[in-house]
């Protein structure tokens, strides 16, 4: 298993911010917001990992994150110049990743849930997860059954048939390359997550499993202001660095 972060873009939400440094390493009480996502896939024992990020902040990255020795791990980089969707991480990692499985999180999603045993324990296919919100309209989102099976996947759906939002952390077989290479552009001129989870859900091969604790997307100066009080009051204490 390889890790993947996706922290390119231009966090235009969080402008003027974002016009000296990437949104990903804004502060977060006392660590850069990466550090966080980074900690979510160190805890779980992946010490591979690609980092993705804009042109114009990679030398940022490599000033604070390094080879990753530091960390106990080994960090490559790779530039996006033009963000295009999610699923373009894994055309971009095609060479990194090698074959192996993945599990991409964004940059910019900060978790108090522990993943270790969801990622350790994937074996094949697609893993996604869900987590219980009050606007599901503004996430992509799965509606599966009591026995936990997938049903139904959506993109920020006007009626959503459930209230369980795709948080951005997903895992995915070596054949996610290749799915994502036949992925076509949506209407926004995007490839879309969502179209990527279909594929493996098509081949009854998509599982999904329950998040607990906090979540936080912080793309939004509400969400960041919410971030660093929730990191200050619990979870910079459970970092390993």
């Known amino acids: 298993m390889k890790g993947i972060i996706l922290s390119g873009g231009r966090g235009t939400r969080l402008s003027p911010l974002t016009k000296i440094t990437s949104k990903q390493l804004l502060p977060i009480y006392n660590r850069p917001m990466i550090y966080y996502p980074l900690n979510t896939l160190l805890r779980a024992g992946i010490k591979e990992i690609l980092i993705i990020v804009a042109p114009e902040r990679a030398g940022d990255y490599l000033n604070i994150l390094g080879s990753g020795k530091e960390f106990g791990a080994k960090f490559t980089y790779e530039i996006q110049d033009k963000p295009e969707g999610l699923p373009q991480a894994f055309t971009i990692g095609e060479s990194f990743l090698c074959g192996d499985s993945v599990t991409l999180i964004l940059g910019d999603n900060i978790f108090e849930y522990d993943f270790t045993e969801d990622i350790r324990s994937f074996r094949s296919g697609g893993r996604v997860f869900a987590k219980e919100v009050k ?3 503004r996430f992509g989102v799965v509606e599966f059954s009591a026995a936990m099976k997938v049903l139904s996947i959506e993109e920020k ?27 076509k552009p949506s209407a926004r001129g995007e490839l879309e997550i969502v ?43 459970n970092l390993l660095f």
């Open 135 to 137: 606007d599901p309209e």
């Open 157 to 183: 759906p006007k009626i959503p048939k459930s209230h369980y939002a795709i948080p951005g952390l997903y895992i995915y077989d070596h054949r996610v390359v290749q799915f994502s290479k036949e992925l």
């Open 195 to 237: 179209d990527l989870h279909r594929k493996y859900l098509e081949r009854g091969e998509l599982d999904v499993r329950m998040v607990a604790g906090e979540w936080v997307d912080a793309g939004t100066f509400d969400a960041l202001l919410y971030a660093n009080n929730l990191a200050k009051e619990k979870l910079a204490k």
